[in-house]
């Protein structure tokens, strides 16, 4: 069994944790600890691919906030200092300003890495201010 965070090596060589002659056959995901939400961002509706995808969970008990974004590097990246933020109750914008500043975006495809930053911080504050039921300032 491999841990999720895990099976995306990243390193530039292998795409998968999956030694030669291994199938996947099942995968087993946990419930969220949280509400949360997933958004496929693309400028064109018409197009399959992501500019970058996006899933948040706010967290109901310590360690459960989860701020994962896609499609912007070789694996999936996480905004650890951000989640932390996002557990503490900080506004969701500076959140969301942490998060953009501590993904190391590097894809250029569908878009440049500073566009799809700025993009991601909006539709992140966004998303966080209709999790908690708030209202965007």
Known sequence: MVAGEDFFPGDGIRYLALEPGEVLTEILLPP????????????????DFATFTLSLVLAEKSGGARIVVA??????????QAETMLEKGAPAAEVARQAGKELPLVSFV????????????????????????ERLK
């Open 71 to 80: 499609s912007v590097a070789s694996k999936p990246l996480r905004a650890r």
């Open 32 to 47: 969220p600890a949280g509400k949360g939400l997933f958004v496929k961002f693309r400028p064109q509706n018409n197009l």
């Open 110 to 133: 569908r878009g440049s890495v500073e566009f799809k930053k700025q993009v991601l911080v909006a539709y992140m504050t966004e998303a966080m201010v209709a999790l908690r039921g």
